[in-house]
């Protein structure tokens, strides 16, 4: 089904032939070792260590709490189990918007400590400086337009972004800029399907769809997410492809109850 099935390790320039050949890109998130390794080995495209760690690993309600040093850490752990796919980091908030220089130091840090492939940072234009900044050090960058979720405060709320034509245009602007900076590619998150469409449209580098369509050079998900481990999060774009909470739950209820009756362990599970 793949043309780059066979591929032994995902670039940003294979990323570009893909969504010149029309071969949708896929990317989940991973944020530790054993959940990479299995992801990477089902043959994922990209893996993102996302700052949405901050909720789905440390149960922040945020993603802003989460610091470099965290991100770092999860990085190095799915880096560690990553043969093939090309690995991403999120930028935590604080660590980019002040100035490029910070921002440049962030990302050199992430790239040496962790051995990832590139970063992300969210927003356009406010924060183009520390994009080409970073990018004038060789370092890959991808960006992430929409919802984005460090701004929730300014936002308000998780809605649908981008529905009025203002924001719409920006948004539009936005995108060519990244992609004339230097950009390898660009997350477009929770904005109307046509408007992503439009946006995959009229760039060369992939636009990768969160809560976007399906017109999108690629998709993103959380992994938690789509393998229903969070139980509680069920967004309309979310496909789940399992209920991880009731399976592992059904286990952890089964090993409870042989504890109890003394069924665990038995004559061949001792020494
Ligand atoms: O942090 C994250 O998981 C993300 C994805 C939702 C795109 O940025």
């Known amino acids: 089904m793949s043309t780059y099935k066979d591929v032994k390790r995902i670039t940003t320039h294979i990323l570009h032939e893909m969504k010149a ?21 089902a043959g994922i495209d990209v893996i993102l260590v996302g700052d949405s760690a901050s909720n789905v690993m ?21 880096v560690r189990a990553v043969k093939r796919a090309l690995v991403i980091v999120d930028l935590p908030f604080g660590t980019y918007q002040g100035n490029s220089i910070e921002a440049l130091n962030s990302a050199i840090r992430i790239m040496k400590e962790s051995g990832a492939h590139g970063v992300k940072l969210e927003g356009g234009s406010e924060i183009i400086e520390s994009v080409e900044r970073i990018l004038s050090a060789g370092i890959p960058v991808m960006g992430h337009l929409g919802l984005t979720p460090q701004s ?18 920006k948004l539009l602007a936005d995108a060519q800029l990244l992609e004339n900076s230097g950009c390898f590619g660009i997350i477009l998150e929770k904005i109307p399907a046509q408007l992503a469409h439009k946006v995959a449209k009229s760039i060369s580098i992939p636009a990768i769809g969160i809560g976007a369509g399906g017109e999108c050079d690629g998709q993103v998900l959380v992994s938690h997410d789509m393998l229903g481990i969070n139980n509680d999060f069920n967004p309309r774009f979310l496909r789940k492809y399992h209920n991880l909470y009731q399976e592992i739950s059904g286990a952890v209820g089964s ?17």
Do not use: C, W
Request: charged share 30%; net charge negative; proline share 3%.
């Open 152 to 169: 929730i405060y300014k936002f308000g709320t998780y809605v649908v972004r981008a529905k009025q034509d203002e924001e719409a245009e």
């Open 21 to 41: 050949k029309n071969e949708k890109i896929s990317m989940l998130t991973a944020y530790d070792f054993s959940m990479a390794k299995i992801i990477d080995n």
């Open 58 to 78: 440390a149960g922040h309600e945020t993603t802003l709490p989460i610091t470099l040093n965290e991100m770092i850490y999860h990085a190095s752990s799915v």
């Open 255 to 271: 090993y409870i109850k042989d504890i109890k009756s003394g069924d665990f362990p038995n004559d061949k599970e001792q020494y």
